[in-house]
């Protein structure tokens, strides 16, 4: 299987929105409630930029899979801390889709000049967290019942990785 990641293109929110709404609806693995349509992944996908990408997997001329890096916080002394969030269609998990992702983000990442690269994965989410340690994370935090979805409290594991 040949995959290409690039940067997101306007003509890719509804295929971004596509992939992410099982997770919406489906999992715990975002704490959004509702799903999200095209419009809205269009104005989030505007609303990055080279210091904060959003890339895309493609296979086959099908995006299969997205990533992000966002800020971690808005306070001025936070500007080289990002938080990188991936997601693979439910088709394609498995293949290494989400690892090629989180490579290419800390690439960016680093040559945007970012120091830390955070992620926050729901506790029991072994495959992100699994894939989280490969690519160089290592686990410094447990937020307790920090998000209520489906009816029970949920924990969120902080993961860090700090860039050369």
Not at 64 to 84: I, K, M
Not at 131 to 154: C, I, T
Request: hydrophobic share 45%; charged share 20%.
């Amino acid at each position: 299987m040949d995959v290409v990641v690039r940067d997101a293109e306007p003509g890719d929110a509804q295929a971004i929105a596509d992939i992410y709404n099982p997770y919406v609806t489906g999992s715990v693995a975002t704490f959004h409630t509702e799903p999200v349509d095209e419009a809205e992944r269009l104005q989030w996908l505007i609303g990055h930029d080279a210091l904060h990408p959003v890339l895309v997997a493609v296979c086959d001329e099908e995006v299969v899979g997205w990533g992000s890096l966002t800020q971690w916080a808005s306070r001025p002394a936070w500007r080289r801390t990002v938080e990188v969030s991936t997601y693979v269609s439910l088709e394609h998990r498995g293949e290494g889709i989400g690892r090629l992702l989180m490579d290419a983000l800390i690439e960016r990442a680093s040559g945007a000049g970012h120091h830390v690269v955070m992620a926050q994965v729901v506790a029991g989410n072994e495959a992100s967290l699994a894939m989280g340690e490969r690519s160089g994370f290592e686990r410094v935090g447990l937020l307790k019942e920090v998000g209520h979805k489906f009816g029970a409290y949920h924990d969120i594991v902080l993961l860090q990785r700090i860039l050369p």
